[in-house]
């Protein structure tokens, strides 16, 4: 019972970060209908970002609030990660809006590669690190030599999803801005027709989607403390996997998506083999896709004729 509980926690603090990753996924495929695969390398990106800017806060600086620093570091992440994921859509994605439905793809999946490598040559190839700080846990029960504990770093990624998905879900649903995005995911042309800059709200889905894998990013820095240049790949697909298993298009189902594909890793790790956890996800995506195609929140597909 201590190790499903453990597993529990540590299964709700991975989907979380999954989550928040997903949501950007979803939101760019709900308005221009394209797979963004240079996602995960934001994501990746947006850690170095973090690294960097938590570098400079503590030593430079000489800030030694874990609370002050992390506030600094989520602000600069959020602030760089926009402006790089704003140029590419710029760049990469936009001038191939109109054309043939692979190129965006194959645009995106070359952005991907860029990232990557551009990250390799400016960092070096080695895992990066941060020291070790915030460990403090609290001991939630005790038995047969086995304490199930949850840290604070574990609360703080829950406390932040949980807010953000509560703020982008009202923002899409409530505000024109998301009134826009909803208009534009039904009809681009005639959202323009009503008055909708098209051009706008694009990039503005873009660059909320860039602050989202900034906060996954700086989350993900401080709970495990390393990040690499080949870290923007793996948790990308598993994101953008609990998008589509949640319901490509809903925000609700990014986060769902993300906690299941979480649990299912840890507890498969913990009661079989961890060389086929990501087997057991992906095996879960494809019994809930033949049960359910458009996912577990997702709304069926309707045909505009």
């Given at each position: 019972m201590e190790v499903f509980t453990q597993q529990l926690i540590n299964?709700?603090?991975?989907?979380?970060?999954?989550?928040?990753?997903?949501?950007?996924?979803?939101?760019?495929?709900?308005?221009?209908?394209?797979v963004n695969f240079a996602h995960g390398d934001v994501f990746m990106v947006s850690a170095f970002i973090a690294l960097v800017t938590l570098l400079l806060?503590?030593?430079?600086?000489?800030?030694?609030?874990?609370?002050?620093?992390?506030?600094?570091?989520?602000?600069?992440?959020?602030l760089f990660t926009s402006l790089v994921n704003w140029a590419i859509e710029r760049v990469a994605y936009r001038p191939l809006r109109g054309s043939f439905r692979l190129a965006p793809l194959i645009s995106a999946?070359?952005?991907?590669?860029?990232?990557?490598?551009?990250?390799q040559v400016a960092q070096g190839p080695r895992?990066?690190?941060?020291?070790?700080?915030?460990?403090?846990?609290?001991?939630?029960?005790?038995?047969?030599?086995?304490?199930?504990?949850?840290?604070?770093?574990?609360?703080?990624?829950?406390?932040?999803?949980?807010?953000?998905?509560?703020?982008?879900?009202f923002v899409v649903t409530k505000t024109a801005l998301g009134r826009a995005q909803r208009a534009c995911e039904q009809d681009q042309k005639m959202a323009a027709l009503l008055g909708?800059?098209?051009?706008?709200?694009?990039?503005?889905?873009?660059?909320?989607?860039?602050?989202?894998?900034?906060?996954?990013?700086?989350?993900?820095?401080?709970?495990?403390?390393?990040?690499?240049?080949?870290?923007?790949?793996v948790p990308g697909v598993k994101a953008f996997t609990a998008a589509v298993l949640g319901g490509i298009g809903s925000l609700p189902g990014a986060v769902l998506g993300g906690?299941?594909?979480?649990?299912?890793?840890?507890?498969?790790?913990?009661?079989?083999?961890?060389?086929?956890?990501?087997?057991?996800?992906?095996?879960i995506l494809a019994i809930t896709m033949i049960f359910l195609p458009q996912g577990i929140l997702g709304r069926p597909d309707v045909e505009k004729v």
């Open positions: 299964g709700i603090t991975l989907g979380s970060i999954y989550g928040l990753i997903a949501i950007g996924y979803t939101m760019v495929f709900g308005i221009i209908g394209m806060v503590t030593t430079w600086l000489g800030i030694g609030s874990f609370v002050i620093a992390l506030l600094i570091v989520l602000i600069v992440a959020m999946i070359g952005m991907s590669i860029f990232l990557s490598n551009f990250v895992v990066k690190s941060i020291p070790p700080f915030f460990n403090e846990v609290i001991v939630l029960m005790s038995g047969n030599g086995y304490d199930v504990a949850v840290s604070y770093k574990q609360i703080v990624v829950w406390i932040v999803t949980a807010a953000l998905l509560l703020v982008f879900w909708i800059d098209v051009d706008r709200t694009v990039s503005i889905t873009f660059v909320i989607a860039a602050a989202l894998a900034a906060v996954a990013g700086t989350m993900y820095l401080m709970y495990y403390g390393v990040v690499s240049f080949a870290d923007g790949f906690l299941l594909i979480g649990l299912i890793e840890t507890m498969w790790s913990a009661y079989f083999s961890t060389d086929y956890k990501d087997v057991a996800a992906f095996s």
